[in-house]
């Protein structure tokens, strides 16, 4: 049995399996554990989601998810101002205002993550063929030159809205089978939002 789901601001539908069983308890630790630092390389990204067991291609879909929402000054401080930064140098300007170099000096500030952060489009991959990636991982996805192991699927998506469009929900779905809890673990949701009262 799968339930539709569709995101808001003209993401995509896509069915999710129904019966997965969710934990109890939530840790803010260990989920951020689980998620990629902002300031990984390649290797790393691709490492992470490996050990996740999840593909390469996984890795540009799930980051395209980035083509909505902002991110905190705090995550792309160091890529804004270092001296070897690939960041396009108009963008850098612009973000000056938002993110001071002083550390501690506007940390919670926001710039959106791509140039369209309230729809959900393939901008997201446009801005990293123009190097105006905003996290350091992001801009990792776009070497350029044809040099990097990613290159060509953030061209596809750049250049295919719709295959970014099927290709993140199908992608969505693998990630939602991950590790699923069994046996007596976790529980069935009667509403997915909270936890079930017996």
């Known amino acids: ?40 390389n390649l290797d790393g990204l691709v490492s992470s989601f490996a050990a996740q067991g999840l593909s390469v291609q996984d890795l540009v879909l799930l980051s395209g998810a980035h083509t909505l929402g902002f991110s905190r000054c705090t995550n792309f401080r160091d890529r804004l101002y270092n001296e070897t930064t690939t960041l396009d140098a108009s963008l850098a300007a612009s973000l000056g ?24 489009d393939a901008a997201y991959y446009a801005s990293l063929l123009r190097a105006r990636g905003l996290l350091h991982s992001d801009q990792q996805l776009f070497a350029g030159g044809g040099l990097g192991a990613t290159d060509g699927l953030v061209r596809f998506y750049a250049a295919n809205p719709d295959a970014f469009r099927r290709d993140f929900a199908e992608s969505m779905v693998r990630m939602a089978s991950l590790s699923p809890l069994v046996g007596s673990q976790g529980e069935v949701r009667v509403n997915c939002r909270k936890v079930n009262y017996y």
């Open 1 to 40: 049995m799968h339930v539709c789901v569709r995101a808001q601001l003209g993401g995509p539908s896509y069915h999710v399996p129904l019966g997965r069983r969710d934990a109890r308890t939530a840790s803010q630790a260990a989920a951020n554990s689980s998620i990629p630092a902002p300031t990984l």
């Open 97 to 120: 205002g938002t993110c001071p170099r002083t550390a501690g000096a506007g940390d919670d500030n926001l710039a959106p993550l791509d140039p369209t952060p309230a729809r959900f």
